[in-house]
């Protein structure tokens, strides 16, 4: 145990205040005044893309956890928006790097680095969400194309986004998991419908899409045909280390102790209320746990459940963080959309439904649970009940 | 930065596992708890062979000279296998109190012996952190104690006492009027209700040194339960790997795999959790009250939880004398309430953040 920071990183963390205090009058309210020109400022200084190929369009530094995990908290104490994400930056580009042809790398990481190419990403379908290599949109043989028809769910940003990395089943006479292709389309293509799916939080956040001969180049497939089932792993990988970011916790836990000491009812303090205190007490001691936690999977070659564990944990804990605030507003934690009582513009209320989703999403806590205990403590298998 | 063990301390750790699987099986755990035995001297003196009674004192004298992190570990492994050891008394406690507030007299008249493991120091500080029960509470005046200290740690047998009064301030004895022992849960060590009548006493001076005598305090018995909660949930583990009911092995089944991953993933974090509050002891002692009361809270509730979950998967037979899983339960139910239970415990951390009056 060694966490005192090097001299290296002491004067990079100070590198990164500078950077921070210099351009603070770019973003307002957390977020940038000008999105592409906030982007391309994080890139040009390394905080956005940071590992990234200069050859590709990132800032090309050697990955470097520490450095990482400096930037993330200097951005949060400072409140300075993060470079884009999304899904294209998330879990796109990370996957073209190990598995893209170059061809690819060149055409399609720097225009979605720099925030020209939104992308969405077509994995699960209406009878294939936890059992994902179940999925039937197909893709069948046209000349040099494939003619896609078929359905996914749950597509987010859909309806903005100019490209779609898409899983489609190219083999339909291969086994369950090696019958897939990872592939890439623009949303212009003739085919394809996308229809808004509202959710209980009362906005649409995800979309279904609808795809009747859509057709794609073969050349588009990432990874080898066939090859999807693993290219999307790796993407998956990249996702369930986001959902259950520590910091993010960390600064939701701190909202939700400035509410609690500004909020007032008959004049007490929510944080006079010794059973909403214990609450709070309790959630932050998981909080802490969650932190020390991500701490030790960067530095700690023994940590192998422990960064399993993360997504199960880190989105729980979100949710009821969220549910903490919502009792702590009493019956103020009933209003939603507007109005002159609501309290951060409704954002505890959508977190705690919007969290319930990312509990089920990225696989589901009990999915979660089978790979920690099948994996992580070597237990056997479910066996399987209905031949593949 | 490096948020993992080095390599010393996995030497450290991996040595008392080993040695501890030797010198406290469950058959000598249950001879201790079976016939009452005050102490367990043939494990104490396995483990003074590895150094561990001087884990924390000074090389100066004749100790290992090392932090509250290497003490953490020890406590993990010592809870791992529910040993009955004065470790927490006589190893930090102790000489955690002697280094704070002893003479250099009394540095150099005790620290060697309990070193050496040759003595060893049972501790009373319940009062002023857990709370004094009725009728409980010591009251120093010219050099002499008079009352009534519960939940003594390592007290009995004990060559010297560490004993807190009711404002606080320590004192070193060498013995109470009586020692009785306090028949609790947890048989595998023992606590004891202390009286003193005019006893004669040395105060120990800085007044600091109770408030981190209970930092480390709360480490050590969130480790400890760290450590038991550990086996239990390995222990789980194991058994649904090898029962068999409706012709297939009970852990391929989610309702009962599930229970074994959720125990995980609670106890990685805390491990984590654990981790820190130590390091922070030694390296960052601002953060270190907090991070000790949440460790301490934390494995509280986690531990609960692990112990009634291991329980349950091994089924009916996780409720038998036989098997000696309750042991492990018994012992993480006693850390829970010792030296303040959780909510007590999380008042005082909200205090230390300026949350609570």
Known sequence: ??????????????????????????????????????????????????????????????????????????????????????????????????????????????????????????????????????????????????????????????????????????????????????????????????????????????????????????????????????????????????????????????????????????????????????????????????????????????????????????????????????????????????????????????????????IIGGGTAQIQKNIISERGLGMPREPKTVAA | MRFALSEDQTMLQDSLNRALADLSPLERVRRFADRDECSAPDIWAGLAELGLPGLMIAEEHGGLGLGLVEAMLAAEALGRVVAPTPFLGSAVLAPLALALGGSAEQQAHWLPKLASGEATAGVAISEPIAGAREGAGVIASDGRLTGK????????????????????????????????????????????????KDTPAEPLASNQALGRLRDAAWVMLAADTLGAAQTMLDRAVAYAKERKQFGRTIGSFQAVKHLCAEMAAELEPARALVWYAAYAFDHAPDEAPLMAAHAKAHLSEIGRFVARTSTEVHGGIGMTDLLGLHYWFKRIGQNRQLLGGPERVREIAARLQGLAA
């Not at chain 1, 956005?48 to 450095?67: M, W």
């Not at chain 1, 932190?291 to 530095?299: A, D, M, Q």
């Not at chain 1, 903490?324 to 977190?351: C, F, S, V």
């Not at chain 2, 060559?159 to 060498?174: K, M, N, W």
């Open chain 1, 1 to 358: 145990m060694d966490l005192t920071l090097t001299p290296q990183l002491a004067a990079f963390r100070d590198e990164v205040r500078a950077f921070l205090a210099d351009h603070a009058g770019a973003h307002e309210g957390g977020a940038p005044k000008d999105p592409k020109a906030w982007q391309a400022l994080l890139i040009d200084a390394g905080y956005a893309a940071r590992t990234i190929p200069k050859a590709y369009g990132g800032y090309g530094a050697e990955p470097d956890i520490l450095k990482g995990r400096i930037i993330g908290e200097e951005f949060i104490a400072a409140g300075a928006p993060r470079g884009m994400s999304g899904q294209g930056i998330a879990m796109l580009v990370p996957t073209l790097l190990e598995v893209g042809s170059e061809e690819q790398k060149t055409r399609w990481i720097g225009p979605t680095l720099r925030g020209e190419i939104i992308w969405c990403q077509g994995y699960s379908e209406p009878g294939a969400g936890s059992d994902l290599a179940n999925l039937q949109t197909k893709a069948v043989e046209d000349g040099d194309d494939f003619l896609i028809s078929g359905s996914k769910i749950w597509t987010s940003t859909a309806a903005q986004a100019q490209m779609m990395f898409c899983l489609v089943r190219t083999e339909p006479q291969a086994a369950k998991h090696e019958g897939i292709s990872y592939i890439l389309f623009p949303m212009s293509t003739p085919g394809i419908d996308v229809r808004p799916l509202k959710t209980m939080t009362g906005s649409a956040e995800f979309n279904e899409v609808f795809f009747t001969d859509v057709r794609v180049p073969k050349a588009n497939v990432v990874g080898g045909r066939g090859r999807g089932w693993f290219v999307a792993n790796t993407t998956l990988k990249h996702e369930r280390g986001m959902l259950g970011d520590p910091n993010a916790t960390e600064a939701r836990l701190k909202a939700l102790i400035e509410l609690m000491t500004r909020e007032t009812v008959d004049g007490q303090r929510i944080i006079d209320n010794p059973v909403f205190r214990d609450r709070l007490m309790q959630l932050q001691a998981r909080v802490f746990s969650m932190k020390f936690n991500g701490l030790r999977t960067l530095t700690d070659d023994t940590a192998g459940l422990a960064r399993m564990v993360v997504k199960l944990q880190g989105c729980e804990l979100n949710h009821q963080v969220a549910a903490l605030a919502i009792d702590a507003l009493g019956e103020l934690g009933i209003l939603y959309h507007d109005g002159p009582h609501l309290r951060a513009k409704g954002n505890w209320q959508r977190n705690y439904m919007f969290d319930l989703g990312l």
């Open chain 2, 149 to 196: 200290a519960l939940f003594a740690l390592d007290a009995s047998g004990a060559d010297l006492l560490i004993v807190a009064d009711r404002t606080g301030g320590l004192h070193l004895a060498q013995s109470a009027g009586s020692a009785e022992p306090m028949p609790s849960l947890d048989a595998t060590r023992r606590i004891a209700e202390l009286t003193f």
